[in-house]
Nanobody, 126 residues
Framework: QVQLVESGGGLVQAGGSLRLSCAAS????????LGWFRQAPGKEREFVGA????????SYADSVKGRFTISRDNAKNTVYLQMNSLKPEDTASYYC???????????????????WGQGTQVTVSS
């Protein structure tokens, strides 16, 4: 069992930056691929980015590539999402998730993730 708690959301102007953190419980943090997803009102949850168990591989949605960076610190059981050049369309609730399945090819798929945080709200004003 893994429990995930996100923090770092808030209100920011367009062009600004935020860093989200997701702290995990448990001693097997480095056994999971980790992902960030987001969901805006009335929309489906969508992939933002993922990072492999060792941190050696990352993947991003085209909409955030070049602006967002995902990283992890396995010693601190924490994954981060650095968000730069934020746009109003980035407004959403952001969720971190952990997947036991080591299949990296499936890291963009919501259904591959076993554990989810409660979400943190990011609002970008124009």
């Amino acid at each position: 069992q893994v429990q995930l708690v996100e923090s770092g959301g808030g209100l920011v102007q367009a062009g600004g930056s935020l860093r989200l953190s997701c702290a995990a419980s448990g001693r097997t943090f480095n056994n999971y691929n980790l992902g960030w997803f987001r969901q805006a009102p009335g929309k489906e949850r969508e992939f933002v980015g993922a990072i492999s168990r060792s941190g050696g591989a990352t993947s991003y949605a085209d909409s955030v590539k070049g602006r967002f960076t995902i990283s992890r610190d396995n010693a601190k059981n924490t994954v981060y999402l650095q968000m730069n050049s934020l746009k109003p369309e980035d407004t959403a609730s952001y969720y971190c998730a952990a997947a036991r399945n080591p299949n990296w090819a499936a890291s963009r798929v919501v259904g591959q993730y076993d554990y989810w945080g409660q979400g943190t709200q990011v609002t970008v004003s124009s």
